[in-house]
């Protein structure tokens, strides 16, 4: 698991350490990790050509002491000055190490980045506010276009350290080197795209450190998770999932929906909705338990033994909708509401149910959703993702996953998690419904629904990643990932045991 910290607790925690430092140990520290990484991407240091471009700030200075090191060990290391200051301390020692400096010129910062071997990105760090400007922004162009790699030194400039927002340019980095911990945009896209792998250098920070604002899951956090059915399991304690999905116009909706909880692996789906949905359901899935039920004329919710509710997509919007949903919140199981049961409660006559009931709530809005959920317009979300899912969470008192290229899950007084697994091939229709049922049956298992969310959104991402193959995808091709995906989450953990 990763942990990722805002800029105001790493600041406070840089000042508590280094009031115990030495001067510049902290930077000495972040430097030699920075050239550590530099040299491993070079295939050889000595005569490799280095480019530094360098900023105004302590993100400069890191670079200019990490290209004194390349440069004592034989790189022909060169910076080029983005601002009209740079770090003294770094800048004397580049210039003792034998390394060549220079202020940004237009005519040759083109010829200067094209040579390079390998170009390191110390413009701005976490002292970086909005979108860069010249040079930063003409250099950040150029090194995306220069065929050599390009290391960000803590984080791609142009990245926003907190939420992943780029606003205008950004550096684009084959790797990022990080110092004493993640930052939150380094896992939420934008940023995430502009980060590429991203290397934690530790700087002695952790002791500082409180609980982190934002976790970002790999398979070994997931694997351990994953509910695995022992001997004494019958279909009932593995868990019965009951899918109130689908309707006379959105057949499809209930197929996709029950097929990512029977392919996540659960005890028992029981399916309720009107009869050519549920002859549809039995007719690509006969291991359901169906019934008929139109869900606009009778709101019994006779859940049978169910451990879990998922409800909402492709269900419609109808006045038998919403007492449908008005039932489902108000039993004491663990609900997921999706797609028309986000619409419904945005509407505003059940979001205070949902606010007050005590069982797990799991809402799986994507920005759109989540936009009409909060009263704002889908535009804003887009822009503060974090800020949004984060705010949606505390309004509604329940878990809230916010879909999209970086799935965020958010629950109140918890750690963001942001998800790191999928592709864009993800967004097409229906890959939701998937992910409902994927997560659902998760719940139905007994996975407290923070949780469930998370494992749920990483699945889906390795799950689609393994079906694609290179080639588009529909959500039905993205059912055959499940499996796949699970076995090969397992299989890490058991290649970590050993
Ligand atoms: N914290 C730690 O534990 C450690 C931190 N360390 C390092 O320190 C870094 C933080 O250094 P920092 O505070 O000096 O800020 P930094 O990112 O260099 O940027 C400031 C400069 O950017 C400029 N500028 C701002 N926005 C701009 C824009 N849009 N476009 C253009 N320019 C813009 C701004 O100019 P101004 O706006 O003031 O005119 C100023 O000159 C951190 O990321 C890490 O690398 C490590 O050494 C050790 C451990
Ligand atoms: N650019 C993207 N990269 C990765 N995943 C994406 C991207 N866009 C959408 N997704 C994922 O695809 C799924 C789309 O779900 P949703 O918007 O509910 O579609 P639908 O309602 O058609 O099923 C979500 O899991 C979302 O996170
Ligand atoms: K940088």
């Known amino acids: 698991m ?39 991407l070079l295939p050889r240091v000595y005569g490799s050509r280095v480019v530094l471009l360098v900023g105004g700030g302590d993100n400069g200075g890191d670079a ?7 440069s004592a060990r034989g790189a022909d290391v060169r910076a ?7 770090h003294e301390g770094g800048l004397a020692a580049l210039r003792a190490a034998g390394g060549r400096i220079a202020d940004f010129q237009e005519d040759t910062a083109e010829d200067t980045l094209f040579d390079a071997d ?11 506010r909005g979108g860069l400007r010249a040079p930063h922004a003409v250099l950040a162009g150029l090194a995306a276009t220069a065929p050599a790699p390009v290391v960000a030194v803590d984080l791609p400039s142009g990245v926003d350290a907190d939420t992943g927002e780029v606003t205008g340019h950004a550096v684009r980095a084959d790797v990022t080197v990080t110092f004493g911990t993640y930052k939150p945009g380094l896992f939420i896209d934008p940023g995430a795209d502009r980060a590429g792998r991203v290397h934690l250098v530790d700087i002695g920070l952790g002791p500082e450190l409180p609980g982190p604002s934002l976790l970002s899951f790999e398979d070994a956090d997931i694997a351990p998770l994953l509910p695995v059915p022992d001997a004494e399991s019958d279909k009932y304690r593995r868990g019965l999932l009951a899918v109130r999905a689908g309707s006379a116009h959105y057949r499809g909706a209930a197929v996709l929906t029950v097929g990512g909880a ?28 169906a019934d008929d039920v139109d869900p606009l004329s009778s709101t019994d919710l ?74 704002t317009d889908r535009e804003e979300v887009e822009a503060r993702r974090l800020e949004h899912v984060t705010r949606a969470a505390r309004e509604l008192n329940c878990t809230v996953l916010l879909k999209g290229s970086t799935t965020l899950i958010a629950h109140p007084g918890s750690p963001v998690a942001a998800n790191g697994t999928g592709t864009p091939l993800l967004a097409t229709a229906g890959s939701g419904d998937v992910l409902s049922g994927i997560i659902g049956a998760l719940m139905a298992s007994g996975l407290p629904a923070t949780e469930a969310a998370v494992c749920g959104a990483h699945l889906h991402g390795r799950a689609a990643v393994l079906a694609h193959d290179g080639a588009p995808i529909s959500a039905s091709d993205l059912l055959s990932g499940i499996p796949r995906a699970i076995a090969r989450i397992r299989g890490h953990n058991r290649t970590k045991g050993m």
């Open 2 to 40: 990763r942990s990722a910290h805002t800029v105001g607790i790493v600041r406070e925690a840089e000042a508590a350490l280094m009031a115990r430092l030495p001067q510049g140990a902290l930077m000495r520290r972040a430097a030699t990790g920075l050239a550590v990484v530099c040299a491993r």
């Open 64 to 70: 200019l002491y990490a290209g004194a090191d390349l």
């Open 80 to 86: 080029v000055l983005a601002g009209d200051r740079a």
């Open 118 to 128: 390998l170009i390191v990105d110390g413009m701005l760090g976490i002292g970086g």
């Open 262 to 289: 029977l392919r996540t692996g659960v005890g028992m789906v029981r399916y309720a909705g009107p009869s050519p949905v549920v002859d549809q359901v039995l007719a690509r899935w006969p291991e359901v338990v």
């Open 302 to 375: 006779d859940p049978g033994r169910a451990a879990a509710v998922v409800i909402g997509p492709g269900r419609g919007v109808l006045p038998g909708n919403v007492d449908e949903l008005h039932v489902v919140l108000e039993s004491d199981l663990p609900v997921l509401a999706d797609a028309d049961a986000l619409t419904i409660i945005a509407a505003g006559t059940l979001s205070d149910l949902v606010r007050t009931r005590t069982a797990p709530t799991l809402l799986t809005p994507h920005a759109g959703e989540l936009a009409r959920l909060l009263d």
